[in-house]
């Protein structure tokens, strides 16, 4: 069973695509493909939206390409879906009115490492991963982990961000500049490597986060961190969820420079220690690290103890080894394929919440009691110290009454994030799946945004069906 899309309906130009296709096939030849199986692939696969394939993938190499696909479905008015690595949550890559995906797998260059002035320029098919493999040896790296072998194309589009993001912030910090296709074809870029400007408009910030639906990236620069002196971090038990997140807000409100802190919560300690052959106390727990120089990172972490001993916490289990370190993180990467091993033959459903920090703990409190109320199988993690959590459903696909109870609880939780004033989504992005929201978020925002959309794409071919309804 999959939960049909009952939003935005996009019409399909199916005169448009049938004199597309064959000029597409002719130009790009081997790298446009047109079989189901490469189709099904690049529509929607991770939640239970159902798929909706496009009608041809073109595998891009340039930005000229893009420019080329651009140019020709501009003309026949046939919707474009860039495609990264196909990790996006939320029906980002459905194609509801046809058309073709823009496959960005080929373009993983890195162009440019300007370490002196401490950025990169890369293309939009590199992975986070694949970047600071790269850049090793260099002394330097790119912050931004999302957990998911995400492109960093698709982490600009979807204005990602992860575990390190309360220290180094999201995608929306780390770009300095990007190239884009728009949807006349035109080639923008939204500045030069200046750290700073206050020339025009941002355009950056508006194409971060849009979601494919005014542009294409073809080329990003990052800003980069050298990496760290020292870096320390471990795990830390405390009594209830609760009193986990409270420690988290005092950490944050003291000022302590925490660069990741992570909660898991009992279930998800049990679904790790299964899967990633931890030995962790199974009750609510924190993943911590810190960053900087020998002295800076005691002094960080004596801190956060203090803290901690306030709220309850066990044990605090220190590692100071990388490979000790890189195992809890790999861990922490891994929580998707351990929920997993929670309930066999089940889907794994996530969606995320985000508030301001001085409410985390009630919201996860009471998400936590709506779970238990729902009855659902739904273990909890979070990038909390930036007040974002993600909870992992777990669902019988085949069981409609189950279905309809998630749904419900996934209505409740982003509406109790907005009462809160947080948001529906603070880094998987709106899609298909969380168009409902936007209304009670944004208010009057979202009628601005509809006339952007219309102003750059006013025949409806970027990315059509996601964040706003174009009509």
Excluded at 256 to 278: F, G, H, M, T, W
Excluded at 448 to 467: C, F, L, S, W, Y
Aim: charge should be negative.
């Amino acid at each position: 069973m999959t939960i049909p899309i009952a939003i935005e309906p996009v019409s399909r130009n199916d005169a448009g695509i049938a004199a597309a296709l064959p000029l597409l096939a002719r130009r790009f030849g081997e790298r446009f493909a047109q079989s189901e199986a490469v189709r099904q692939q690049h529509g929607h696969t991770l939640t239970w939206l159902t798929n909706q394939p496009p009608d041809g993938v073109v595998f891009v190499e340039s930005t000229e390409e893009v420019v080329d696909i651009v140019r020709i479905c501009g003309e026949h008015r046939v919707p474009i879906i860039p495609f990264g690595a196909g990790s996006s949550l939320e029906g980002h890559l459905n194609a509801p009115g046809g058309g073709i995906s823009i496959d960005f797998t080929h373009m993983k260059r890195v162009i440019a490492v300007h370490g002196e002035d401490l950025d990169c320029v890369i293309e939009p098919g590199i992975t986070h991963y694949e970047l600071n493999e790269y850049l090793r040896d260099t002394g330097l790296f790119f912050p931004i982990d999302p957990g998911a072998e995400a492109s960093l194309g698709g982490m600009a589009a979807t204005r990602a961000s992860g575990t390190n993001a309360v220290r180094y912030g999201t995608m929306r910090d780390n770009v300095i500049n990007l190239t884009a296709v728009m949807p006349d074809g035109s080639v923008v870029k939204t500045g030069n490597r200046a750290k700073k400007s206050s020339a025009g408009y941002d355009l950056a910030r508006l194409l971060i986060g849009s979601e494919g639906t005014l542009g294409v990236i073809t080329e990003l620069t990052l800003k980069l961190h050298g990496i760290p002196e020292a870096i320390s971090g471990g795990v830390c038990p405390f009594p209830t969820v609760e009193d986990a997140c409270n420690a988290v807000i005092m950490t944050i409100q003291s000022g302590i420079p925490v660069a990741r802190i992570e909660l898991l919560d009992a279930l998800q300690v049990k679904a790790c220690n299964a899967y990633s052959k931890l030995d962790l106390e199974e009750v609510p727990t924190l993943f911590v690290e810190f960053h900087g120089s020998p002295a800076s990172v005691a002094e960080q972490s004596e801190g956060f103890g203090h803290i901690a001993a306030e709220f309850g916490a066990g044990t605090f289990i220190w590692e100071t080894s990388a490979e000790a370190r890189n195992k809890l993180w790999k861990a922490r990467h891994d929580v998707y394929w351990a929920c997993v091993g929670l309930r066999p033959g089940a889907k794994a459903i996530a969606t995320d919440a985000c508030v301001p920090i001085s409410r985390l703990a009630e919201c996860v409190g009471e998400t936590v009691a709506d779970i238990e109320k729902t009855g659902l199988v739904a273990p909890i993690v979070g990038h909390v110290g930036d007040g974002n959590f993600h909870v992992t459903m777990l669902l019988d696909i085949g069981d409609a009454d189950e279905v309809e109870r998630a749904a419900g609880f996934v209505g409740r939780l982003n509406m109790r994030a907005i009462a809160m004033d947080g948001t529906c989504t603070g880094e998987h992005g709106v899609g298909q799946g969380k168009m409902k929201y936007l209304a009670a978020e944004h208010g009057a925002g979202v009628a601005v945004m509809r006339t952007i959309k219309r102003a750059i794409d006013p025949d409806n071919i970027m990315n059509p069906g996601k964040i706003i309804a174009a009509n």
